[in-house]
C-alpha cells in the first residue's frame, strides 16, 4: 500500500540525517514514539514531538530508556506502528527490550545514532561501534534486520524500508546511523505519498478460535499479528511459548520456536540484503565498507582507480543479515577484501569467517572521534596489490 | 440424597470464563495468596460490567508476574519491572482501553520503581494491582523493597536491617489518584476496591498483603496460610481515608487497610489534549484508537 500522505512532506528539502530519519518513520506509517534524550540522536525525537500532534500521532518522553524501550513494544500491541531512537550508553540499556520484541516477534524499529565508546565516550563525534552489539547485544539466540544509511536521503528512505522489513518478518529492525549522517546537512527528496510503498500490519482475518499468534506463515515463516482489543485474546509473553503464545518450557519447544527466529531471517537472507557493488567484475581487490565510512572508501578508491590499481567497493547497505553469500562468491576471485570501519574490528570478523581464508583480509580500523582519512584506505589497497 | 448431589456436572464457577482453563493447573504454592487476588480480580470484573474486550492486563516477572498468563484476556507478560511502561504505551495507542498492570512488590518497587514513580506523577491511567507477599518469592524468598525489618529471608540469615518502603505513602506521593490497601482474608472488600479502581479515571494503585508460607511465613515461624489468613484477621484495622505515612507495615505489627486516597487530577491523556488543543488549534489532530485494517 502507499503512504498515508498526512504525514508526507513531498518536495526538496535540505535536512539533516536525524531529520530526515523522522521524516522516513512518519512516511513509513509510525504514529508513535517514546524517546529519552541522547547526544546524537535527540534531534529525531525532538522533531517527533513537533510533528505528531499536527498528523494524529502520539510522543512520549519517558524517564529512561528501558522505559522508552518498551513503551514503544506496548504501544505496537496497542496496534499502532512504534520507534525508539538512542545512541551508544542508551542502546545498552535497552538490550532487553531488543530481545523482548524478538522473542515476542513485536514488529518495532530502533534507530542508533552511534557514537564513541565505550561508556560515556564522545557523546558529540562518530564512531560505528555498536555493530557488533545490535547483533548480539541481547542474551539468547535470535536475528534482526540493521541497516545503514550514509546520507540523509538514506536515512529517509531506510527507515521506510526498515518500517517495512518490520512488518514483513515481526521482527525489531534497525537504523545504524552515526554521528556524521546524523548531523550532515544535505539534499533529502521526499517523494509523493503514491510513490512511497508502505508495508501494512499482516492483521489475521482468521476466526478467533482457529487463530494463532505464534504460527508460521508463508516463506517468511512469519505469523500474523493480531492487537489487543480486538477479541483475540491474545498472550504475549517473554517465555518460551508454544504457537498459541503459552510458555512451554522444554527443549522440544525451545528448539522449535527459536530455530524459527533465527530461520525466518535467515533463509530470507538473500532477499532482505541490500548491498550498492562498483566493478566487482575484474577487480584485484575490493573495498568493503558502509554508513558514514563508506564516502571517504569511495574517495579511497577513486584515488587508487587513478592510480590503474583494479579497485571495487562492496557497500553494506544491510549489515545484518550479513551478506556472507556476496563474501563467498568473491573471496576466490580476488588477492584481498579490505574493512573500513569506525571501530577497532567488527564487521570485518564477518568478512574473515566468510572469506573463509579464500584470499587476504585486511582491516582499516579507526577507533571513532571523526571519519577515515582517504589516504588511510589507499595505503592499505596499495599494499595487498603490491 | 437429593439427585442433584449426584449429578456429576457441577455448575460452572462464574469467575471460569475469566480464566485460561486449559492452562490449569497453576504454578503456584498451597497457601499462597495470589490466586484469591486473581478470584477478586474476575469478580471486580463481573461485579463491574467492564467491557471486557477492551480490558489488557499488563504483568512484569514473578510469582504475580504469571497472573497474566491465566486470565482469558488480552494479556501481555512483559520483562522485569517493565510492565508499567509497556502498558503506559498500550493504552497511549489504544486510549478506549482499561489497561490493568498486575505485578509483584519487588517487580513494581525495586527494579521497577522509577517507572511507578513516573507513571504515578504523570497521572497516566493505569489501574495497578500489587499483590505484596513481602518477598521475592519467584527466585526462593529474598529481601525486598517492601520486606519489613527483622525478617530472615534466603540473603538476609540474621534478619533484615534496611527499612522497608511504605507502599501507599510512596505512591501518594508520586501522585496517584486512588490508593486503597487491603489484604487476602478481605476478598470482599478487596473485590469492591478494584472495581471502584476501574471505574476511576487517573493512576490507579491497590496494595495486597499475601502471604507466601513456602518462603516468608515458613522461613519466619509464621504458621502455613491458614495462620497467616487468621494473623491478618486478628491484626488488620480498616481505617479509611488513614494518612498514608501512618501505614507502614511491620513484621507482627497492625495491618492498617481501606481506601486511602480517592482524588481529583486530569490524568495524562486529558491534560496532553487540552494543552494540544489549546496551542495548536484546528492543527491538532488526536491520536486515535487505530482500526485493524
Redesign the interface.
Known amino acids: 500500500m502507499h503512504a498515508d500522505p498526512i504525514g508526507v512532506l513531498t518536495g526538496s528539502h535540505f535536512m539533516d540525517g536525524d531529520h530526515a530519519a523522522c521524516e522516513g518513520a512518519i512516511a513509513a506509517g509510525a504514529r508513535f514514539s517514546a524517546g529519552y534524550p541522547i547526544t546524537p540522536s535527540t534531534e529525531i525525537v525532538e522533531r517527533f514531538s513537533h510533528r505528531a500532534p499536527k498528523i494524529g500521532a502520539t510522543f512520549i518522553q519517558m524517564e529512561d530508556e528501558l522505559a522508552a524501550s518498551i513503551a514503544i513494544l506496548g504501544a505496537v500491541w496497542g496496534g499502532v506502528k512504534a520507534f525508539t531512537v538512542t545512541s551508544g550508553p542508551g542502546f545498552s540499556l535497552m538490550m532487553e527490550h531488543i530481545g523482548y520484541a524478538a522473542m515476542t516477534e513485536t514488529p518495532c524499529v530502533f534507530i542508533d545514532v552511534q557514537r564513541g565508546g565505550p561508556s560515556t565516550g564522545l557523546p558529540t563525534l562518530p564512531a560505528q561501534g555498536d555493530m557488533m552489539q545490535v547483533r548480539w547485544g541481547s542474551h539468547g539466540d535470535y536475528e534482526i534486520i540493521a541497516l545503514c544509511p550514509n546520507s540523509p536521503q538514506e536515512c529517509f528512505d531506510l527507515t521506510i524500508q526498515a518500517f517495512n522489513l518490520s512488518e514483513m518478518y515481526r521482527v525489531p529492525v534497525f537504523v545504524m546511523m552515526d554521528e556524521v549522517v546524523g548531523h550532515m546537512t544535505e539534499k533529502v527528496v521526499i517523494p509523493h505519498a503514491t510513490e512511497i510503498e508502505v508495508e501494512p500490519r499482516h492483521f489475521t482475518s482468521k476466526d478467533k478460535s482457529a487463530f494463532q499468534l505464534f504460527a508460521p506463515q508463508g516463506e517468511e515463516q512469519t505469523p500474523e499479528m493480531a492487537m489487543a482489543g480486538d477479541g483475540y485474546k491474545v498472550h504475549v509473553t517473554g517465555l518460551t511459548h508454544d504457537e498459541r503464545g503459552y510458555p512451554s518450557m522444554t527443549p522440544e519447544t525451545q528448539d522449535r520456536m527459536v530455530r524459527r527466529l533465527v530461520t525466518k531471517i535467515r533463509d530470507n537472507a538473500s532477499k532482505i540484503c541490500l548491498t550498492e557493488e562498483h566493478d566487482l567484475e575484474d577487480a584485484d581487490v575490493v573495498v568493503i565498507s558502509y554508513g558514514i565510512t563508506s564516502r571517504v572508501a569511495q574517495r579511497a578508491v577513486e584515488m587508487s582507480r587513478a592510480e590503474g590499481i583494479k579497485v571495487g567497493s562492496l557497500r553494506l547497505i544491510t549489515a545484518w543479515p550479513f551478506p556472507e553469500h556476496i563474501i563467498r562468491a568473491l573471496a576466490p576471485k580476488v588477492k584481498g577484501l579490505i574493512v573500513a570501519e569506525l571501530n577497532l574490528g567488527q564487521m570485518v570478523r564477518e568478512v574473515e569467517r566468510c572469506a573463509g581464508g579464500k584470499c587476504r583480509v585486511v582491516h582499516v580500523g579507526h577507533a571513532g572521534g571523526t571519519v577515515h582519512q582517504p589516504e588511510d584506505i589507499l595505503k592499505a589497497i596499495e599494499e595487498v596489490v603490491r | 440424597m437429593s439427585s442433584s448431589l449426584c449429578s456429576l456436572t457441577a455448575p460452572a464457577n462464574p469467575v471460569e470464563d475469566l480464566l485460561?482453563t486449559d492452562?490449569m493447573p497453576h504454578i503456584w504454592c498451597p497457601g499462597c495468596g495470589i490466586g484469591t487476588t486473581v478470584n477478586c480480580f474476575s469478580r471486580a470484573l463481573i461485579d463491574s460490567k467492564t467491557d471486557l474486550?477492551?480490558l489488557?492486563i499488563?504483568s512484569g516477572i514473578g510469582c504475580t508476574g504469571r497472573v497474566?498468563?491465566y486470565v482469558?484476556?488480552?494479556?501481555?507478560?512483559?520483562?522485569h519491572?517493565?510492565a508499567i511502561?509497556?502498558?503506559?504505551?498500550?493504552?497511549?495507542?489504544?486510549p478506549?482501553?482499561t489497561v490493568v498492570v498486575y505485578s509483584g512488590d519487588g517487580d513494581l518497587f525495586a527494579i521497577g520503581g522509577?517507572?511507578l514513580i513516573?507513571a504515578a506523577r504523570r497521572n497516566v491511567d493505569l489501574k495497578v494491582i500489587c499483590v505484596n507477599n513481602l518477598t521475592y518469592a519467584m527466585t526462593g524468598g529474598q529481601t525486598g523493597p517492601a520486606t519489613p525489618l527483622d525478617v530472615i529471608t534466603a540473603t538476609a540469615p540474621y534478619g533484615t536491617y534496611d527499612p522497608a518502603f511504605n507502599l501507599p505513602y510512596l505512591v501518594e506521593a508520586a501522585g496517584a489518584v486512588y490508593v486503597a490497601r487491603w489484604t487476602t482474608f478481605h476478598v470482599k472488600q478487596l473485590a469492591r476496591s478494584m472495581a471502584e479502581m476501574f471505574s476511576k479515571k487517573g493512576f490507579g494503585f491497590i496494595e495486597i498483603i499475601s502471604p507466601c508460607p513456602t518462603l516468608y511465613q515458613r522461613r519466619n515461624k509464621m504458621g502455613d496460610g491458614l495462620d497467616t489468613m487468621k494473623f491478618y484477621k486478628q491484626m488488620s484495622k480498616t481505617k479509611h481515608g488513614a494518612p498514608t505515612n501512618e501505614v507502614g507495615l511491620t513484621k507482627s505489627g497492625e495491618i492498617i487497610v481501606g481506601k486511602f486516597v480517592d482524588r481529583e487530577r486530569p490524568d495524562f491523556t486529558t491534560m496532553m489534549h487540552a494543552y494540544?488543543n489549546q496551542r495548536?488549534g484546528d492543527?491538532?489532530?488526536?491520536?486515535?484508537?487505530?482500526?485493524?485494517?
Open positions: 485460561r492452562r474486550s477492551k489488557s499488563v497474566a498468563g482469558n484476556l488480552d494479556s501481555f507478560h512483559t520483562t519491572g517493565r511502561p509497556f502498558a503506559t504505551g498500550l493504552k497511549l495507542a489504544s478506549d482501553m522509577n517507572h513516573h494540544l495548536l492543527d491538532y489532530i488526536p491520536a486515535e484508537a487505530p482500526v485493524c485494517s
